[in-house]
């Protein structure tokens, strides 16, 4: 079981626009620009489909669906290919200010699993994402400091570093995320080890207007210390696909 949740796991399409800019010059206005791009993630309900890919592995399809049910951003993810992972289901309740819930169902099991704080800290689809990198953070379990300006992709951005409150409960001993201000994109992400050193980089590479919202359709992750790099790609999204309540729940997945 072990063997096959360290290939699989979530893609979370993070995305968001608003008009208000807001400006991070403190360590208590970078707290409050993270909670803006949490909290303008779209509620909008869609379909997808997903391409996790790297150059060590065929690359995996996935079918998500998404949609904000009682006060959660849930996801719903289903492999299509390739046939060893096809039909294995995943379900994703994410909340800014309480725990995240997360669900497996593989073939070879007659229940559906909540995933354990080891699984999350495990690499997925064989690729350099981590399942935490892509899990929504609370906003109150980590320290914000302001850090600083940079541009990527001819966006200015504010450099705000997160630490995990508890180390011992986070992979990482520090994020630094690049916030879009303007937009209240994440675009990108810079993790560090326990001992402090750099270790992995996480960029948005393509972004597309859809349905209004410039959200990232191209997303890599570089491992700095093997050289491997791994992408997550969102094909067609569909709107108007039918989206019930009743996929998020983990009974939908013994179906």
Do not use: C
Not at 61 to 78: D, K, N, P
Not at 198 to 207: A, E, H, N, Q, R
């Amino acid at each position: 079981m072990r063997n096959i949740v360290k290939r699989i796991g979530l893609i979370v399409l993070a995305v968001g626009m608003t008009t208000n800019t807001v400006a991070a010059d403190t360590d208590a206005d970078a707290r409050e620009l993270v909670r803006k791009v949490l909290e303008a993630l779209p509620k909008d309900s869609f379909e997808a489909r997903m391409t996790v890919s790297s150059g060590t592995f065929e690359p995996r399809e996935l079918r998500m669906v998404r949609r904000y049910v009682e006060g959660a951003h849930g996801t719903y993810l289903e492999v299509s290919s390739p046939d060893d992972l096809e039909g294995i289901r995943f379900l994703f309740l994410e909340r800014a200010d309480k725990p995240n819930e997360q669900f497996i169902k593989v073939k070879a099991s007659r229940t559906a699993i909540q995933v354990s704080e080891e699984v999350r800290r495990q690499p997925f689809l064989g690729s350099t994402f981590y399942v935490s990198d892509l899990v929504m953070p609370n906003l109150d379990d980590y320290t914000y400091k302001y850090v600083g300006k940079d541009v990527v992709d001819k966006r200015t951005v504010t450099l705000v570093e997160m630490t995990p409150k508890d180390p011992e409960a986070d992979i990482y001993s520090k994020t630094v995320v690049a916030l879009d201000p303007a937009e209240l994109l994440v675009l990108r992400r810079e993790y560090f080890d326990k001992e402090g050193a750099k270790i992995k980089v996480w960029t948005v590479d393509k972004l597309d207007k859809i349905k209004d919202t410039m959200s990232p359709t191209g997303q890599k992750m570089v491992d700095l210390r093997t050289g491997e790099t791994s992408r997550l790609d969102v094909g067609k999204v569909d709107f108007e696909a039918e989206v019930t309540d009743a996929l998020f729940t983990p009974k939908y997945l013994l179906r």
